[in-house]
């Protein structure tokens, strides 16, 4: 490997930024391709499937043979409210392989009794997320119902571009989440990439289903949304 190629694999590791080497197996060239370069790129398709996967392996394309080495930042799942939902969503996330934290300022709902094994910050969302810094591998999802808790953070996963901003609350609540973001300037299409309701449309109920539905959207985000659009 050239060590052009290793610093900017490491770069793009220290910056959260996912990144893949290309090597031609029959000749041994090795190219580096960012996922922001990925429409222009011969091998768009099969990179965009690798880096959505974020696993490595071999493609075959047009009688020739690469080895796509992918390197993906670690996803997060970033909750604001430590409510109910969020206590059935922790061990979900945990099992699923995702880092979890969860953000309340509201110290009788974020303690560690009710949120054992979890990184738990019982911070306002805009003081908390200036050092979690969200990116586009950050999933956030918003579950107190009171905007002076919401909305700081949603403001945050917005300029972030999260690649999954999911919040609770009926339609008529989400419309007037809607008026105060375009208030601060957000335009049609940024607002559109809120799912609210939150969660597949399961028919879920109880706090446990609820929290099945907004880790399955994640993941459906994740996995079947092209990060060239959103990275």
Not at 88 to 117: N, Q, S, V, Y
Not at 196 to 219: F, H, K, M, R
Request: aromatic share 6%; net charge neutral; hydrophobic share 45%.
């Amino acid at each position: 490997m050239k060590l052009e190629h290793l610093k900017a694999l490491n770069q793009a590791r220290a910056e959260r930024r996912a990144i893949a080497l290309v090597t031609d197996l029959a000749s041994g060239e090795q190219r580096i391709v960012r996922v922001e370069d990925l429409a222009s790129d011969p091998l768009a398709e099969a990179l965009d499937s690798a880096f959505r996967a974020g696993k490595s392996g071999v493609i075959e394309q047009e009688g020739q043979s690469y080895f796509l080495n992918v390197q993906v930042p670690p996803v997060r799942i970033v909750v604001i409210g430590a409510v109910h939902i969020t206590q059935a969503l922790a061990p979900m996330a945990k099992l699923a392989g995702f880092d979890l934290t969860i953000i309340d300022p509201r110290t009788a709902f974020a303690t560690p009794e009710r949120f054992p094994d979890v990184n738990l910050i019982a911070e306002w969302p805009d003081v908390a997320l200036a050092r979690q810094k969200p990116d586009r591998y950050t999933a956030m999802a918003f579950f107190t119902h009171d905007p002076k808790i919401d909305d700081p953070g949603l403001i945050e996963a917005l300029k972030a571009e999260c690649f999954y901003i999911g919040a609770l609350g009926s339609r008529k609540t989400h419309a007037r989440r809607i008026e105060r973001m375009k208030a601060l300037g957000f335009n049609d299409d940024q607002l559109a990439r809120i799912k609210a309701p939150i969660g597949l449309d399961i028919g879920s109920v109880t706090p446990a289903e609820i929290a099945v539905s907004v880790l399955g959207e994640i993941i459906l985000a994740l996995r079947k949304k092209p990060l060239r659009g959103t990275a």
